[in-house]
Each structure stands twice: as structure tokens, then as C-alpha cells.
């Protein structure tokens, strides 16, 4: 089933709506903190490709990729508002990324044994070596934001879309009759679930968009941040009794 006519023109406006803001084109080159400016431009840019991924995904009638692609976006609003927040954020995502490019490395030469050419292990021991005090990974559901509703969409989606689960794997079995079992290789999703999906989405947005307006306010003139959210609110009211 799709999602609600007014979600999908309210995304469209969005999207039209940050083309204006021509984001590709901020210079930050002079600007405090620029890299922490240009980290959050990044995960905007991934959010919105998200956004547009997930609408392709729903006008396709695949709802349930649909909802697995919206926790991506989810992933990403948070990080924008981490970016926002927290003054070391770029050392925490370094920090972050250091620990998991040990833990491949490892596991790299673990299982090759033997069989990796020398200047290839060579390498991977002296990164081994340069990252040996590396620590810090995070979990997205872990992190404290003003917005609860959106680590717990987070984690539900996780558990019965994203990832392979007792959970997601029961969508795609479905009981006929008393010992006949139909196998959906395309498993319908509730009407509550693709509800829930479609107002994070746009609630991740908004909260992304916010996050960067804070941290490059040269942009709050030509966002109209309140009309957009006065907009969501209105639709996402009107569609609250259809969520479990």
C-alpha cells in the first residue's frame, strides 16, 4: 500500500524546498569550526540521498525496503544532531571509525593467515600498531536525544525490517490454513507500520535540517524551518490514530 498522498507531497516539498538552499555551493573555508560544518552538510547530503532512496522504494510498492531504508535516515539525523551538541564530535566519529577498521583488520589476518602477500600484512600490522589506543565505538540507539520517539522507531525497525530476526523473518511466513504454510518473498507491512515510517522519516528531516541551520545559521534565512514543521505537524496529527 503507499503512503499517504499528503506525506508524499510533503516530501516533495521538502526536497524542493532544500534546493533553494544550493548547499553544494557554502563555502566554509574561513568559517569556525568548519569541519564539524562540513561533517553535518555531509550527513545532511546522506540523509536527503536516504529520503530520495526511500520515496523510490515506497512509489515501487516496496514498503518494507521502504521501512528499512527510513532507519538509515533515522541514523543520520542523529548524527547531525550529535554534530550540533557535542563539541568533539568529529574526534568521537574518528574515534568510532578507528575502533571498527581495527576490529576488520583483525579479523582480516586472522583469516588469512598464511596466504596474505607481505607487503599487504606488513601494512595491516603498522595500522594495528598506530591504532592500538583507539576507543570510543557508539551505538546510535544508545544516545540520549530530545527525541525518544526516534530511537525507538530506530530500534523497532531494526528489529523486525533491517536485521535478521525471528521478528522480520515471521513477515515472510504466513499460515493459510491449519499446517499450510505461504512463503512472501515481498511481505506486506501493517497500515500503522508504514504510518510510523513515513512521519520519522519527515520528523528526521526536520530534525536534520534544524541541527544544521544551528550550526551554519547563514542558512536560517532562506529555510523556513517553522512553516515546514507546522505543515508535518498537521499530517502527522491527522494520521496518529492509525499508529499501533
Known amino acids: 500500500m503507499p503512503i499517504r498522498k499528503v506525506w508524499r507531497d510533503w516530501f516533495g516539498e521538502f526536497l524542493g524546498s532544500v534546493d533553494v538552499l544550493e548547499l553544494d555551493k557554502i563555502d566554509l573555508c574561513d568559517a569556525e569550526h568548519a569541519e564539524r560544518k562540513s561533517a553535518a552538510l555531509a550527513l545532511l547530503a546522506r540523509l536527503l540521498s536516504e529520503t530520495q532512496s526511500a520515496l523510490v522504494l515506497v512509489d515501487a510498492g516496496r514498503d518494507l525496503a521502504f521501512r528499512s531504508t527510513c532507519r538509515s535516515a533515522i541514523e543520520c539525523s542523529v548524527h547531525l544532531f550529535l554534530a550540533e551538541t557535542e563539541d568533539g564530535y568529529i574526534d568521537l566519529l574518528r574515534s568510532d571509525d578507528e575502533v571498527s577498521r581495527r576490529s576488520r583488520a583483525k579479523k582480516f589476518m586472522a583469516n588469512g593467515r598464511g596466504k596474505l602477500a607481505k607487503e599487504a600484512e606488513k601494512h595491516l600490522q603498522e595500522f594495528l600498531r598506530r591504532s592500538a589506543g583507539a576507543k570510543g565505538r557508539f551505538q546510535i540507539s544508545d544516545i540520549q536525544t530530545p527525541f525518544p520517539r526516534q530511537t525507538h522507531v530506530y530500534r523497532e525497525i531494526s ?86
Not at 511466513?173 to 518473498?185: A, F, N, S, T, V
Not at 522519516?201 to 544544521?212: D, T, Y
Not at 547563514?218 to 499508529?243: N, Q, R
Open 159 to 244: 528489529a523486525d525490517a533491517a536485521h535478521v530476526t525471528w521478528t522480520s523473518l515471521v513477515r515472510h511466513l504466513h499460515e493459510i490454513r491449519p499446517g499450510w504454510i505461504e512463503l512472501k518473498i515481498e511481505p506486506s507491512i501493517t497500515e500503522s507500520e508504514l504510518e510510523e515510517a513515513a512521519s520519522i522519516l519527515a520528523f528526521s528531516l526536520l530534525s536534520g535540517m534544524k541541527s544544521l541551520l544551528n550550526l551554519v545559521p547563514a542558512l536560517e534565512d532562506k529555510f523556513d524551518l517553522e512553516t515546514v514543521f507546522e505543515a508535518y505537524k498537521k499530517i502527522y496529527l491527522s494520521g496518529k490514530p492509525k499508529l499501533a
